[in-house]
């Protein structure tokens, strides 16, 4: 797996939430984070009222506010095509050395 950035990690634990109330075990598992990244991203999404916590509970819920932010996410990323592989990107190293010859 590639590194995400953080932004893109963010994205990835509202989104697991975003239809109903989660453990944190069960977005850390669905999101593809470590303990410690879940713990640490979890709590800065409530603090930054993207998501929700019940203390009675103890599940996580995506706010309408986390709605928005993944909404605009997806449309910032759908701008952005990536660069597939590194090999595309020697692919096109190798034809620009060629058209230079």
Sequence with gaps: MKN????????SIIRCAANKWE??????????VSHSQITRYLRLAVKQG?????????????TSMGVDFLDKHDKLAGLFPEVS??????TIQQHNSISNM
């Design 4 to 11: 995400r950035t953080d932004i893109g990690i963010i994205a």
């Design 23 to 32: 453990y944190q075990t069960t977005i850390m598992n669905k999101a593809s």
């Design 50 to 62: 993207l998501m929700e916590y019940s203390k009675v509970t103890g599940l996580y819920k995506t």
């Design 85 to 90: 592989e590194q090999s595309n990107y020697a």
